[in-house]
């Protein structure tokens, strides 16, 4: 059975940096398109950045563009999230998730993903 855990959040001031995994067992994600998405409380989950099998296409939105990176080991088959320049609506459950994608492809909406972690808490205190 696949499963990703997610691990790296935490509290840290703003403008701080954190750097938040995603190992996946009981699979390769050799295969996969991988995706990180973030839930506030009271508010739906959202779409944060995707990245494609193969690593060469990338998506990220907007609000966090130039801030956070996305990247990939598949040899590690965990995916990272660099988020720099933190600010406090950056504040939520962060969650990974996985599908087969094509090699250039990326997805950005939840319905997308088929398996899905539990989620790793950041917190940014202004």
């Known amino acids: 059975q696949v499963q990703l855990v997610e691990s790296g959040g935490g509290l840290v001031q703003a403008g701080g940096s954190l750097r938040l995994s995603c190992a996946a067992s009981g699979s390769s994600i050799r295969i996969n398109a991988m995706g990180w998405f973030r839930q506030a409380p009271g508010k739906e989950r959202e779409f944060v950045a995707a990245i494609s099998r193969s690593g060469s296409t990338t998506n990220y939105a907007d609000s966090v563009k130039g801030r956070f990176t996305i990247s990939r080991e598949n040899a590690k088959n965990t995916v990272f999230l660099q988020m720099d320049s933190l600010k406090p609506e950056d504040t939520a459950v962060y969650h990974c998730?996985?599908?087969?994608?094509?090699?250039?492809?990326?997805?950005?909406?939840?319905?997308?993903?088929?398996?899905w972690g539990q989620g790793t808490q950041v917190t940014v205190s202004s």
């Open positions: 998730a996985q599908r087969v994608g094509s090699y250039s492809a990326v997805y950005t909406r939840p319905n997308d993903y088929n398996v």
